[in-house]
């Protein structure tokens, strides 16, 4: 039996928990947004994004279960989970992992004061600071470059989709 590392396995018990609750949380708040109206755009990228997100945890959990754990990593990644929390709970039921577009004017509180896409700027972080609680160098650096492709996508079709929100 391979040696694991107790943190380690909580750390990543913890990542793979959340991300499949919230795929739960998306998949709820999305047919709620259909049924008031709104339209999904983007749909064909979707499923690269899951793919590139569930290759990146499949990575963690492979290269990293028997990892040790930095502290110091652990903790930046703790400050990104209150970012998450801030973001989540400002959106409430518009939060969702597709682009969804409500004829509605946009969430302008909490992180959206500040930032144009929280969420974006959280997964990126996210995405480079799990992999480093792990001493991960590599994924981090491959996920990061991959994510950042996926986003050059992404915030293009969701900028085009929410023009008319904007003005």
């Known amino acids: 039996m391979p040696d694991f590392s107790l943190p380690a396995a909580l750390f990543l018990s913890f990542i793979a928990v959340q991300r499949l609750s919230e795929l739960l949380i998306a998949?709820?708040?999305?047919?709620?947004?259909?049924?008031?109206?709104?339209?999904?755009?983007?749909?064909?990228?979707?499923?690269?994004?899951?793919?590139?997100?569930?290759?990146?945890?499949?990575?963690?959990?492979?290269?990293?279960?028997?990892?040790?754990?930095?502290?110091?990593?652990?903790?930046?990644?703790?400050?990104?989970?209150?970012?998450?929390i801030w973001i989540l709970v400002s959106l409430g039921e518009?939060?969702?992992?597709?682009?969804?577009?409500?004829?509605?004017?946009?969430?302008?509180?909490?992180?959206?004061?500040?930032?144009?896409?929280?969420?974006?700027?959280?997964?990126?972080?996210?995405?480079?600071?799990?992999?480093?609680?792990l001493d991960l160098f590599q994924v981090a650096v491959l996920f990061s470059v991959l994510n950042a492709a996926m986003l050059y996508v992404r915030i293009r079709v969701e900028e085009r989709g929410l023009t008319h929100l904007r003005k």
């Open 27 to 84: 998949r709820r708040n999305t047919t709620k947004l259909l049924r008031q109206g709104a339209r999904e755009i983007g749909a064909g990228h979707y499923s690269v994004m899951v793919v590139l997100h569930a290759a990146w945890l499949l990575a963690l959990i492979g290269f990293g279960y028997n990892q040790p754990v930095s502290t110091g990593w652990l903790l930046v990644f703790a400050g990104l989970q209150m970012f998450r």
């Open 94 to 133: 518009r939060w969702t992992t597709r682009i969804i577009i409500l004829d509605q004017p946009l969430v302008k509180s909490g992180p959206f004061a500040y930032l144009k896409h929280p969420n974006y700027c959280l997964v990126v972080a996210e995405i480079l600071v799990a992999p480093m609680v």
